[in-house]
Each structure stands twice: as structure tokens, then as C-alpha cells.
């Protein structure tokens, strides 16, 4: 009977091993699918999470677009209301740009009502905060995921 056992334990090896070669891959691709996903969701983050801020310029906002080209500005109006202005030129008395950074319409800003302005610049230290943050959960996470294993 021992023989009989033998046989059919030789006969079912070779299966026994390609199922388990079968289950071990798809564990892996589920883990790098799993992966993948939560590395765009960080870099979704990244790029979200607002790692640009507004810079108070001194200068006036004529001198300012006359330098050279500014991706955008925050306008502070007399009534304390603030206006983003993408693409901004000086045309006459005005600032002349658009609401939002895909915007096709323009707007106009007399520059009688500029009390203050700011510029857009990108912020080194919140990129690196973010990008920190972000990797900090990545690997929390494969952490507790490795904890999870049968």
C-alpha cells in the first residue's frame, strides 16, 4: 500500500509544485498591483497637495510684470477680497489675465484697486514634507501588509 502512496504522491508532485508556483505568483502580482496603486495615489498627493505657496512682492505691480513673465498672481483689492490671476499682462491701467491656470476667458484688474500682490512660487521645504509623508505611508503600509502573511 506504501508503494501505492508513493506513485501517486510522485504523480501529484510536479502539480502540487506548479499550483503553488501558481498561488505564490499571483500573491506577487496582487502585492505590486497593490503597490502600484498606492504609488500613484503618492504621487497623486504630491502633485495635490499644494506645494507651491504666494510670495509678498515689494515692488509695484507695473515693475513686476514688466520684468519678465510670472505664471500667476494673488491680488489683494482694497475690500480685502483676493483675485488669482494666471498668465497676467499689463495692458494700460489694467492687469489682464485669466481666473484659473486652463482657463480660456480673460478678466481685467484695474490697478487702482491692486493693494497688494503676490507671486506664485514653489516651495521646496512642502514638496519635501509631502514627498516624506508620503513615502512614510508607503511604507507603513508594506509593513503592515508583511504582518498579514499566512
Not at 22 to 48: C, F, H, I, N, S
Not at 96 to 111: D, H, K, M, Q, S
Not at 134 to 147: C, D, K, N, R, T
Request: charged share 20%; with cysteine.
Amino acid at each position: 500500500m506504501e508503494a501505492a502512496g508513493a506513485v501517486v504522491a510522485f504523480y501529484c508532485w510536479p502539480r502540487l509544485s506548479r499550483l503553488r508556483q501558481y498561488r505564490q505568483a499571483k500573491e506577487m502580482a496582487m502585492r505590486r498591483g497593490r503597490v502600484g496603486r498606492l504609488v500613484m495615489a503618492g504621487w497623486l498627493a504630491v502633485g495635490t497637495t499644494g506645494c507651491a505657496g504666494w510670495k509678498m512682492e515689494s515692488v509695484s505691480p507695473r515693475e513686476l510684470l514688466r520684468t519678465g513673465p510670472v505664471p500667476a498672481v494673488r491680488i489683494t483689492k482694497p475690500d480685502k477680497s483676493r483675485v488669482e490671476v494666471w498668465n497676467p499682462t499689463l495692458v494700460g491701467d489694467s492687469i489682464t489675465g485669466n481666473p484659473t491656470e486652463r482657463a480660456i476667458a480673460r478678466f481685467y484688474v484695474p490697478l487702482s484697486s491692486v493693494q497688494t500682490i503676490e507671486t506664485r512660487h514653489t516651495s521646496i521645504g512642502k514638496t519635501a514634507l509631502a514627498v516624506l509623508a508620503v513615502g512614510a505611508g508607503i511604507a507603513a503600509y508594506a509593513f503592515l501588509q508583511s504582518l498579514n502573511q499566512y
